[in-house]
């Protein structure tokens, strides 16, 4: 799949917890972006990261974290979580950082806190 | 602040009938909007883009500043065109006028074609 990858798919985990969520980019392609999706916030931006340089940070809480890597795979770091983080996390990706590109997302991590 | 609102949460019509769906934007500056959509069990996919002024499966949108909005439209719609519809803004500038191209959603739209 040259698409855009995100594991796991799915991540049921206690409160308190920490997990990271991975995503893949496109081949090619240097912008990473990160998504939350909840029922109550829609789809909501949390941070972006251009070849290894955050970029943007949208509402993202100081629980969370992320990081992209030389290879340019990126991963989101959720701790001290908490019942109000389960969501869906999505990851897209872009060639670059113009505004009007086109975003590839990938196919979302779903996250259970219990 | 950049906002997008749309309206209905839900939309039905029938197969071949008209269908719009609504969209409106808060911005500053000058937007750049596009319609993203999500069939059942699809990943979220790019639909069309206000810069590009395409038709893509029969849909269009036109960008109306007077009035910021970025409805979507098709003039007869078909059952394969069910799926959750969002409105999203790319804009917002660092001090040294980069556009960083990250989205802000509306809450997406239900359509559901029935035959």
């Known amino acids: 799949d040259s698409g855009v990858t995100q594991t796991p798919k799915h991540l049921i985990t206690a409160t308190g917890q920490r997990v990271t969520l991975r995503c893949s980019p496109r081949s090619g392609d240097l912008s990473v972006y990160w998504y939350q999706q909840s029922l109550d916030q829609g789809l909501q931006f949390l941070i972006q990261?251009?070849?290894?340089?955050?970029?943007a940070k949208g509402n993202i809480l100081e629980r969370f974290s992320a990081q992209q890597f030389p290879d340019l795979h990126s991963e989101l770091n959720l701790s001290s979580l908490e019942l109000g983080d389960s969501a869906l996390y999505f990851c897209a990706s872009s060639v670059e950082l113009a505004e009007y590109n086109e975003q590839f997302f990938g196919p979302g991590t779903r996250l259970t806190v219990l | 602040a950049q906002r997008v609102t749309q309206p209905e949460k839900l939309l039905s019509v029938f197969k071949g009938a008209p269908v719009e769906l609504k969209c409106n934007y808060s911005?500053?500056?000058?937007?750049?909007l596009f319609w993203y959509v999500q069939y059942s069990r699809q990943r979220l996919q790019l639909l069309l883009r206000?810069?590009s002024r395409e038709s893509i499966k029969g849909f269009t949108a036109d960008l109306n500043k007077g009035e910021t909005s970025f409805h979507l439209k098709k003039p007869f719609a078909q059952e394969e065109d069910s799926a959750m519809y969002y409105c999203?803004?790319?804009?917002?500038?660092?001090?040294?006028?980069?556009?960083?191209?990250?989205?802000?959603f509306g809450q997406g739209t239900i359509l559901t074609v029935h035959p």
């Open positions: 999203a803004l790319s804009g917002g500038f660092n001090a040294g006028g980069t556009s960083y191209g990250k989205l802000t």
């Open positions: 206000h810069i």
């Open positions: 911005y500053s500056g000058s937007p750049e």
């Open positions: 990261y251009y070849n290894g340089e955050e970029r």
